[in-house]
């Protein structure tokens, strides 16, 4: 079975725009086929973005993991003045993310990564809406594993659905770094996780 997050070089293309705002804000993203959530921003990420956004002003440096076409790093790049990176699998989506760079004027770069193995630097914050359908292993791989690529007092800020193992994933994480459940909306629970 064909993934969101799997390389096919054969896809067709069909661009299609999704636009966004938030207070003053105004976005537009290009999204295709054969990358997540194509056809709107996916409920989560949102809800992801805005609760960061609640509690976060300032300009910090920042890890989008798994970007898909760019849709939580651009935003928190552009409404809190912040140098973001971003990474996923899929090269398509990291092809709409460049696009997506320049169409919303961010400070952003991309980078082809699986999970951090691209990776050299630290950050403030890592934030991401993790492939659950790449399974169990590679979410706590990248969850688990943000702990080597934090500052100290780094944030680790992550959206995942109650029916997709929320819970348990808050309870192995736990061992890592201090979790706290930031918001819940329609299933979906948003955490923040620090370092001990
Ligand atoms: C749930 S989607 C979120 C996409 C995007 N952040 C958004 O909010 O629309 C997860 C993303 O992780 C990417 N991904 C899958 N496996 C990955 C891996 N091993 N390392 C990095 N990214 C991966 C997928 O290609 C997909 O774009």
């Not at 912040?82 to 699998?89: F, G, K, R």
């Not at 890592?126 to 590679?138: E, F, W």
């Amino acid at each position: 079975m064909e993934h969101y997050f799997t390389n096919n070089e054969n896809l067709k293309s069909e661009i299609r725009y999704i636009d966004y705002e938030y207070e003053n804000f105004h976005f537009k993203f290009l999204s295709d086929l054969g990358v997540f959530s194509k056809n709107k921003i996916d409920y989560g990420s949102k809800l992801l973005v805005e609760t960061y956004l609640k509690n976060n002003s300032e300009s910090k440096k920042i890890l989008d993991v798994g970007c898909g076409y760019g849709f939580i790093g651009i935003v928190l790049s552009k409404v809190t003045d912040s140098v973001v990176t971003m990474i996923d699998v899929n090269k398509r989506a990291l092809h709409l993310t460049d696009r997506n760079i320049s169409e919303n004027k961010v400070n952003a770069h991309t980078y082809l990564s699986d999970a951090y193995e691209s990776i050299k630097e630290k950050y403030d914050v890592i934030i991401t809406n993790p492939p659950i359908r790449a399974g169990k292993d590679k979410v706590l791989e990248i969850l688990m594993g943000s702990v080597n690529y934090l500052t100290d007092d780094g944030e680790l800020w992550y959206v995942i659905r109650k029916d997709q193992g929320a819970k348990s994933i808050e309870k192995v994480l736990n061992k890592e770094l201090k979790v706290d459940n930031i918001e819940k909306s329609k299933g979906f629970y948003i955490f923040r996780a620090k370092k001990y």
